[in-house]
């Protein structure tokens, strides 16, 4: 089945610095990709829509310039924080709809990021 | 505002019960909802999905009930082993392609 890898599963980082997360399709093409987060025991919250060669689409109170997306390629989507600070610490998820439509979304394995 | 939510945070059973996870929604437009387990660490899994024009879907071990009326859908695990610890979360289809994701429930499976 198609797959969507996701790396580093796991960074630390000391605050003010960033970082970057990458989203891969393996065997199929994205012409878009999800980026969620997740706080500790609870669920996932869009944070926005990664759509190749164009903007992203934030969801509404996500910031924009501490969390750029990039989707360059139509297997590759990053997401960066930006100046990261404790509070941005969290689970981070993207996902990839396997035939263009949400009914087949596939995830990745997620990345905890643990800012100092 | 759409909202999808759970009765249950927390499910606690025995090997071989029967499990029953629960899922409110508040659209009544919508009309695509997914099942996901996740487990500790590790992104979500897709279980079993119903669309709107069905009241009842069966998996392999799994059904997904969906009740229009009172806009509820469960999960049903059939002889719950100790493999389906994990946390479940219900999405519901919102606008053209993006998931709304419930609160989540979390199944604890005891030998």
């Known amino acids: 089945g198609a797959v969507v890898s996701q790396h580093p599963s796991r960074v630390i980082c000391k605050s003010g610095t960033s970082v970057k997360i990458e989203c891969r399709s393996l065997?199929?093409?994205?012409?878009?990709m999800f980026w969620y987060r997740q706080f500790p025991k609870k669920s996932l919250m869009l944070m926005a829509t990664s759509n190749e060669g164009s903007k992203a689409t934030y969801e509404q109170g996500v910031e924009k310039d501490k969390f750029l997306i990039n989707h360059a390629s139509l297997t590759l989507s990053t997401l960066t924080v930006t100046s990261a600070h404790p509070e941005d610490s969290s689970f981070y998820i993207c996902?990839?709809?396997?035939?263009?439509?949400?009914?087949?979304?596939?995830f990745g394995s997620g990345t905890q990021l643990s800012v100092l | 505002g759409e909202s999808v939510g759970l009765h249950l945070p927390t499910l606690s059973v025995q090997e071989g019960d029967n499990s029953i996870i629960n899922c409110a929604y508040s659209n009544s437009a919508s009309d695509y909802f997914i099942w996901y387990k996740q487990e500790s660490g590790k992104g979500p899994q897709f279980i079993i999905d119903i669309r709107s024009n069905m009241d009842k879907r069966q998996g392999q071990r799994v059904t997904v009930l969906l009740n229009k009326t009172v806009k509820h859908l469960s999960l049903q695990i059939a002889a719950t082993q100790p493999g389906d610890s994990a946390v479940y979360f219900c999405a519901e289809k919102s606008g053209y392609n993006k998931l709304i994701f419930g609160a989540g429930t979390r199944l604890a499976v005891h030998p």
């Open positions: 065997d199929f093409q994205a012409t878009t």
């Open positions: 996902s990839a709809p396997g035939t263009g439509a949400i009914e087949k979304l596939f």
